[in-house]
Structure formats: C-alpha cells, structure tokens
T-cell receptor, first 112, second 112 residues
C-alpha cells in the first residue's frame, strides 16, 4: 500500500526554470493538497483540490499552478522558479470522511 | 485569515521529564488535529479533537481541546528519546471538507 507518492524527492533548479512536482495517491481520496514547509513557518497551504475537477488557492499560491489530472493525481507547477521557492514541498490527501491527512515523503527543492 | 500559533518553538528536555506544547487559533475551530514529524520525515497524524473541552490520551500523550475551541495542548509524560521530532497542531474551521491550517510547530529534543 503506497499511500501518497511524490516525485521527485530532490531537485535543484536555476532561477527562471520551470518544473512540475508530481503527486499520486492510491487511497481513493477525494481531497488533495500541496503544502510547503520552511524553517520556523510550519506547513503553509499552497493549493488544494476538494474533489476531482476543482482546485482552489491556499495561503501562499503566488508563483504556483496546479492540475487535478484525475482523482489519483494532483500536480504542482512552478512556471519560473525563484530562490524564495526553495523549500520542502509536501503533497497530502484525505478522504470524504477520513479524519486524517496522509502525507507524501516530500520533495526538497533548491532554487539557485 | 486564520492563524494558528504554537509555543514554544523549541524545547530541549532530559529523558524522563515532561513536555507540553500549546496551540492557539485566531478563530473558533471545528476540530483540531495533531501531527508528529520526525527529523527528515513527513507529518504523521496523531489524533483529532472535536468537542469543546475534549481530552484524549494515547499512552504517555494527553491532548486537550479548549472550551472555546480556539486552543489546544499536547502533554507528554516522562519523555523518551523516541519522542524526538516536531509536533504540529492543525486547525480546521470547516465541518465537512478538511482544510487544515497548520501551526508553526514545536521542535522537541530529548537527551538520554
């Protein structure tokens, strides 16, 4: 049972480059989320998808776009990476009546 | 927007000592969840509190939800080295869809 799978685990980008972070869950969950984690800041919600076909902005959406490709997959795209986007990115999912959010292993992104 | 603050940011204890982290929300919550993140790992769900004044225990861990549903605490009795990690509270204002706002976290270090 894989749970929530994120790829890649590590990435280094140059300023201005673009990339897509992939996330897939195999728990048939309706809701999926992208968070970023910075030292001393906790986890901040970037975007979320309450159900397949819908996406919404979280606390810190600027510089990001998302796609809910199907019920399983939710990707996060950085169109023009900036050093301020250096962070650890976590994808998470939760079910319609599930109490908890399940997190992926994280993607450590460095923008130089 | 909704803000969730946690104190302290960091605590270093000797094994066997007790530990408490406090969580305060700027708005009334529908429920609150607690997560633990080991160094280099991802957040893992511990518990959810829903009712005003609720107290739940998991072995050495005691969780409380305030009467006004705006604050919560996690108390660990007789810490062990396996308790090392960062503890996050996550508040939710919605009664259905879980849109969690995470606290800033408390990092716990336990010395043997």
């Amino acid at each position: 049972n894989a749970g929530v799978t994120q790829t890649p685990k590590f990435q280094v980008l140059k300023t201005g480059q673009s990339m897509t972070l992939q996330c897939a869950q195999d728990m048939n969950h309706n809701s999926m989320y992208w968070y970023r984690q910075d030292p001393g800041m906790g986890l901040r919600l970037i975007y979320y998808s309450a159900s397949e076909g819908t996406t919404d902005k979280g606390e810190v959406p600027n510089g990001y776009n998302v796609s809910r490709l199907n019920k399983r997959e939710f990707s996060l795209r950085l169109e023009s990476a900036a050093p301020s986007q250096t962070s650890v990115y976590f994808c998470a999912s939760s079910g319609a009546r599930a109490v908890e959010a399940f997190f992926g292993q994280g993607t450590r992104l460095t923008v130089v | 927007g909704q803000q969730v603050m946690q104190i302290p940011q960091y605590q270093h204890v000797q094994e066997g000592e007790d530990f408490t982290t406090y969580c305060n929300s700027s708005t009334t919550l529908s429920n609150i969840q607690w997560y633990k993140q080991r160094p280099g790992g991802h957040p893992v769900f511990l518990i959810q509190l829903v009712k005003s004044g609720e107290v739940k225990k998991q072995k050495r861990l005691t969780f409380q939800f305030g009467e006004a549903k705006k604050n919560s605490s996690l108390h660990i009795t007789a810490t062990q080295t396996t308790d090392v990690g960062t503890y996050f509270c996550a508040g939710n204002r919605n009664t259905g869809f879980q849109k969690l706002v995470f606290g800033t976290g408390t990092r716990l270090l336990v010395s043997p």
